[in-house]
Nanobody, 117 residues
Framework: QVQLVESGGGLVQPGGSLRLSCAAS????????MGWYRQAPGKQRELVAS???????NYANSVKGRFTISRDNAKNAVYLQMNSLEPEDTAVYYC???????????WGQGTQVTVSS
């Protein structure tokens, strides 16, 4: 079955950096668009960044120039490098894949990122 396992969250001061990782299994990773989403308390889940099988990336305006999404198809992993973190980036971050053949969205368990002094 599809599994997504995030890691790398934590507490960081404003201006700091974190690197999130997502280990994927149960599907042919290299064929699918992978995404990072986040959900802050009291807010809807939102797309942060996505990357296609060919490496084309897309970012939310709020993170452009600060975050970088990447993938390693050999390791079945997707990453989110987050620099210049701001308190507004505080949220639970989720890894996502949509599998068309099953018409299903799959999510990891999430990893908490807290930006605070």
């Amino acid at each position: 079955q599809v599994q997504l396992v995030e890691s790398g969250g934590g507490l960081v001061q404003p201006g700091g950096s974190l690197r999130l990782s997502c280990a994927a299994s149960g599907f042919i990773f290299r064929l699918y668009v992978m995404g990072w989403y986040r959900q802050a308390p009291g807010k809807q889940r939102e797309l942060v960044a996505s990357i296609t099988s060919g490496g084309i990336t897309n970012y939310a305006n709020s993170v452009k120039g600060r975050f970088t999404i990447s993938r390693d198809n050999a390791k079945n992993a997707v990453y989110l490098q987050m620099n210049s973190l701001e308190p507004e980036d505080t949220a639970v971050y989720y890894c996502n894949v949509y599998i068309g053949s099953t018409r299903s969205n799959y999510w990891g368990q999430g990893t908490q990122v807290t930006v605070s002094s």
